[in-house]
């Protein structure tokens, strides 16, 4: 199935409140899920969302100040336990290494699955395939600070009817392509 949408798994900012987390917002696409800034208490906005952590494929850091990254640890454990065998790619602003590593190895727990980090330190392309890709552009912050943009890859799309009516079918459309 192919899923497209925005889960805002919190969108509280520095304080939870009662009904509102930390920020975290998942990207579903395809067969991606992108996380973006697991504030604290994402792993259990999952539940609440009823989405299995599983999902992310990738995690975006916008910066480190708490309420953008305090879900962090959390999250990789939960992928850990649950054995996530796909690797897990972590973008955040180069600078913030130190926080990223208090926070994956912040307590004893195991850390068994493939966290592939790119610290990105400039500007431009920080991922591309035939699918997607991925820039990094630093915004105005007190910290260095990384907006995130994903564009899907262009496809061509065929109109059936006209397809059918020309007489146009299977390998023939996989040669059009
Ligand atoms: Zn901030």
Redesign the pocket.
């Known amino acids: 199935m192919i899923i497209k949408d925005l889960i805002i798994l919190g969108c509280s900012a520095q304080y939870s409140t009662r009904f509102r987390n930390n920020g975290a917002y998942l990207l579903r696409w395809n067969r991606e899920g992108f996380l973006f800034d697991p504030g604290e208490g994402t792993q259990r906005q999952f539940i609440f969302a009823e989405i299995a952590p599983s999902t992310v494929t990738r995690i975006f850091i916008s910066?480190f100040?708490g309420d953008?990254c305090l879900g962090l640890g959390a999250i990789l454990m939960c992928l850990n336990l649950d054995r996530v065998k796909r690797p897990i790619y972590c973008y955040y602003p180069s600078s913030g290494k130190v926080y990223f590593d208090r926070l994956r190895y912040g307590t004893a727990n195991k850390n068994d699955i493939q966290v592939i980090e790119y610290p990105v330190s400039k500007e431009g392309v920080v991922h591309k395939d035939d699918k997607f890709t991925i820039e990094a552009k630093f915004l105005d912050?007190?910290?260095d600070?990384i907006g995130w943009r994903i564009t899907e890859a262009d496809s061509i799309k065929f109109d059936k009817e006209k397809l059918q009516a020309k007489n146009i079918s299977g390998i023939q459309v996989r040669d059009l392509q």
């Open positions: 910066h100040h953008h912050h007190r910290v600070n």
